[in-house]
């Protein structure tokens, strides 16, 4: 079976895709809606747990990111993930001969595509990539928005999605491990579309010094209303993070 993610806004290329790669490989297609917009509670996640054989996996997103949320999601059977947002027809099907001599798809006496359709909204959210994780809990402590919790392994996990701030990737960009990935977003490091080691050996964001400086800086009254962030300023300060680029360094 091959697994078909569509893309955010569906188009006919979606569907003539699938139905191309059905007919040409005699597979069983499942087409779901865009992958990343999915709930984790929703029908569409709930039948890719079912699942119970081995999947390749078709999503116009970062391969990384894609495998990530597949563990995430606690989806098993689906064992290789395509990124086919930057390819076209003839590389998606040169890839799937090539996995099919590696014994990921199994033969049926005829090609069909079968279509879930599920409501869907636009997400923004972190995705870990928990090989790459080392526990440093660098993104809970940075996140202002109570998307993370720490789980049994004591590293984080992304607990309130949609609780995060829209196109936000702060905590991404202070990652030492390159664990947290953001797939939506155009940097290829942020993205996931960069493995893992390579964005380690450019420099990041250090928050030591930064730490350091604020401990030693006067504290405002906390207790005079008007000391506090408004909304706004804190809305400038995200921004601030979000334009930062640490690769000038």
Request: glycine share 4%; aromatic share 8%; hydrophobic share 35%.
């Amino acid at each position: 079976m091959i697994i078909f993610s569509r893309n955010r806004t569906e188009t006919t290329l979606d569907t003539e895709l699938a139905e191309t790669i059905a007919t040409h490989f005699h597979v069983h297609v499942l087409s779901i809606p865009f992958f990343y917009d999915l709930r984790s509670f929703g029908a569409t996640i709930q039948r890719l747990r079912t699942l119970n054989e081995p999947c390749l996996f078709l999503a116009p997103f970062p391969e990384r990111a894609t495998k990530s949320l597949l563990v995430h999601l606690e989806i098993k059977k689906i064992t290789v993930a395509l990124d086919i947002s930057n390819t076209n027809s003839d590389q998606i099907l040169k890839f799937i001969e090539e996995a099919d001599d590696l014994f990921l798809i199994s033969e049926t006496s005829g090609g069909y595509v079968e279509r879930l359709d599920e409501l869907t909204v636009k997400r923004w959210y972190p995705v870990i990539d928990q090989s790459e994780c080392i526990g440093c809990l660098e993104c809970i402590n940075f996140c202002l928005f109570g998307v993370y919790v720490i789980g049994g392994d004591g590293k984080p996990v992304t607990d309130q999605p949609d609780a995060c701030r829209d196109g936000c990737p702060a905590c991404a960009r202070v990652c030492p491990g390159a664990a947290v990935m953001f797939p939506m977003h155009d940097d290829p490091d942020i993205s996931g579309r960069t493995d893992a080691q390579t964005i380690r050996q450019k420099v990041r964001i250090d928050l030591s010094q930064t730490k350091e400086e604020h401990r030693h800086q006067k504290q405002p009254d906390q207790s005079n209303k008007w000391n506090r962030l408004e909304p706004d300023e804190l809305d400038d300060w995200v921004d601030q993070i979000d334009r930062f680029d640490y690769r000038q360094f």
